[in-house]
């Protein structure tokens, strides 16, 4: 008795799992020979400032944006040049935490600061972490606050607690209360340009 035939659906079925075992192989031949597409590395851009050693080897020349890595480099050249004794700054701000990475490095080594130029925001942070603070003849030490809007979302970041840091550092390098007090009430813009005398008066500025 010869066995029956396979009925037209059969065949049918047939035929499309062999094409579909058909394409299956033929994609995994190409997937073989193609190679594979690698992300593009995150190319990270260097630091936006420059800190150099002065001729005679006394201070560390700061100028640009207090940006990431600034911390670092304080502590590499003062490791390698112990006889600097200041850092002059230059800045429009920046970072506030390598601003305070700075502070800690200035406090460490006992070293004070000095601004010729324009030093605001961040850049002022640093500078009152000096020990002795002086400007120049021409300088301009520039403060914005900590006003912000009521009931906002910043995510993880609470610039309530940020604030209170960064007058913490205020406190401990003896800058008057009432100056701290006004830094908190502050709003963020315009900039605040304290005359020397309200400086000196604050305790900011403590030295000639």
Known sequence: MRPASPSIDEIILRLLLASALAGLMFIGVALARTEPVRPAPIVIPPPDFALD??????DLVFSGTVDFGLTEALERLLALHPGVQRVTLDSNGGSIYEARGAVRVLREHGLATHVDGHCASACALVFVGGGLRSLGPQARLGFHGYSLPQHASYGL??????????????????????????LATLPQVPMWYPARDELQAAGVLNAP
């Open 53 to 58: 050693l002065s001729d005679d080897g006394r």
């Open 157 to 182: 970041i609470d610039p309530r607690v940020e604030m209170k840091r960064d007058m913490a550092i205020y406190r401990a390098q003896a800058v008057a209360e009432p100056f701290i007090e006004m």
